[in-house]
């Protein structure tokens, strides 16, 4: 089960960097919804250091995902 938490947790960030990368306006929201798995895993494994990641993230994904969608305005979907 370890190791499916591992690629599932690698899998979500990368794909939230690829897509901002991208500039999709919607990859915060990935990035956001990937913090709940961090903090899912850090709770059912009692690794307590991870909480303060969970937080830290949360408030820059947060904040990129209110400005992005701002932004996006008139632009089409990607």
């Given at each position: 089960?370890?190791?499916?938490?591992?690629?599932?947790?690698?899998?979500?960030?990368?794909?939230?960097?690829?897509?901002a990368?991208r500039k999709?306006?919607?990859?915060?929201?990935?990035?956001?919804?990937?913090?709940?798995?961090?903090?899912?895993?850090?709770?059912?494994?009692?690794?307590?250091?991870?909480?303060?990641?969970?937080?830290?993230?949360?408030?820059?994904?947060?904040?990129?995902?209110v400005?992005?969608?701002?932004?996006?305005?008139?632009?089409?979907e990607?």
């Amino acid at each position: 089960m370890s190791e499916l938490w591992s690629w599932a947790l690698t899998a979500v960030g990368l794909t939230c960097f690829y897509l901002a990368g991208r500039k999709v306006w919607w990859a915060w929201y990935v990035g956001i919804a990937g913090q709940v798995l961090w903090l899912a895993y850090s709770l059912t494994t009692q690794q307590w250091g991870f909480l303060a990641g969970v937080v830290a993230y949360s408030v820059v994904y947060v904040r990129n995902a209110v400005a992005w969608t701002r932004e996006r305005g008139g632009e089409d979907e990607r």
